[in-house]
């Protein structure tokens, strides 16, 4: 028998394009409802990869890297309904590190 090496996969983010393992980075993604961040990684739709940093973050919501990366017009609305769905995500995961 041979032990086949299970590859890991790798993604690029899009705030600061380093690349880093897929289950350290959250997955953005452009669904019918607007962009969502996918939690479970595997909802329909073009997705995107980003830290769970403050620097990445604030990158992606001030330029047009996130439209570019997703494929779609920025829409205003939608980035402030992501800016607060981030907001939360990331108060709950500093709550539960503590």
């Not at 028998?1 to 452009?30: A, E, F």
């Not at 995107?48 to 919501?61: D, G, M, P, S």
């Amino acid at each position: 028998m041979t032990n086949k090496i299970k590859k890991i996969p790798i993604r690029t983010c899009i705030g600061c394009r380093s690349s880093d393992v897929k289950h350290g980075l959250i997955r953005l993604v452009n669904s019918q409802n607007g962009i969502l961040v996918d939690k479970t990684g595997k909802s329909n739709g073009r997705g995107a990869y980003i830290h769970n940093n403050v620097k990445c973050w604030e990158r992606i919501l001030d330029g047009r890297i996130l439209g570019k990366a997703l494929r779609v017009d920025d829409n205003q609305e939608d980035l402030l309904d992501l800016r607060k769905d981030i907001e939360i995500m990331i108060a709950r995961m500093s709550f539960e590190v503590v």
